[in-house]
């Protein structure tokens, strides 16, 4: 494989899953983590990723309020608007982190009345420019990372709620694997969210579907919906429709 499409992919996979580890690429390109390195400092010096230690991160993850810098930003809409058909007056709501997260956040509408509680600032900013809707940040040590909070302090409030609904963003979903993550924080936060909520609701482009990561954070049958950006009688959502409401 040329080093044009080692680093294609390797974009990629960072866009796609907002973090990637130099000894995971290593494997899957079947190249020395020193080359991987090397191409990831690259990547970093051009501007392109966000080189950390054993690895890198997305930029439009870490800064997704600079203009066309958010990857399938079209299509996070698109589910973001189907997802808010998930919210009714009255509602006590919990929200996760990431970009399809805060596009919800900006369409959430003006007269509806709930309550939000978030583990992401960047969300909370967001659902504060609403008028009608009490906003609620959960507290605890904010990863630079993730941009949510993280922590034990995090999961002992999570563990006083009893929300009527969870939305979340996901890194993989599977049939087989169901939820999964490659952050070891995010995953305890996440099972935390889900342990606490009435109804979980999973908002994912279509190219995280199918996929795995090394981390488990909940199955399948823990999820309510599914959010996607495809038509829900889609072939590629037929199993999903079999197990879960597909939206």
């Known amino acids: 494989m040329l080093k044009e499409e080692r680093q294609a992919y390797i974009i990629h996979q960072i866009n796609l899953h907002n973090k990637v580890l130099s000894s995971d690429l290593s494997v899957q390109l079947n190249v020395s983590e020193d080359t991987i390195r090397r191409d990831l400092n690259e990547l970093a010096e051009n501007g392109q990723v966000l080189k950390v230690y054993g690895g890198a991160l997305s930029k439009s993850f870490q800064f997704p309020f600079q203009e066309g810098n958010v990857y399938a930003k079209e299509s996070k809409k698109d589910i973001a608007k189907k997802a808010i058909s998930l919210i009714k007056n009255g509602m006590t709501v919990l929200v996760g982190g990431g970009t399809t997260m805060i596009e919800l956040a900006r369409l959430v509408p003006n007269d509806i ?46 563990s006083d709620l009893r929300v009527d609904l969870c939305l979340l963003g996901t890194n993989s979903l599977s049939l087989d694997e169901g939820i999964t993550d490659s952050d070891w924080e995010v995953v305890q936060i996440k099972r935390a969210m889900i342990k606490c909520s009435k109804n979980l609701a999973i908002l994912s482009i279509t190219e995280k579907l199918n996929s795995n990561q ?34």
């Open 113 to 158: 009345q709930c309550t939000f509680f978030t583990i992401s600032p960047l969300v909370a900013l967001e659902l504060a420019e609403k008028e009608n809707i009490d906003v609620i940040l959960v507290g605890g040590k904010l990863s630079r990372n993730t941009n949510i909070v993280t922590g034990a302090q995090v999961i002992n409030e999570l």
């Open 214 to 247: 090394k981390m488990r954070v909940a199955p399948l049958r823990d999820v309510s919906y599914l959010v996607t950006d495809l038509d829900p009688t889609h072939p590629k959502l037929r199993e999903f429709a079999k197990q879960i409401e597909v939206i």
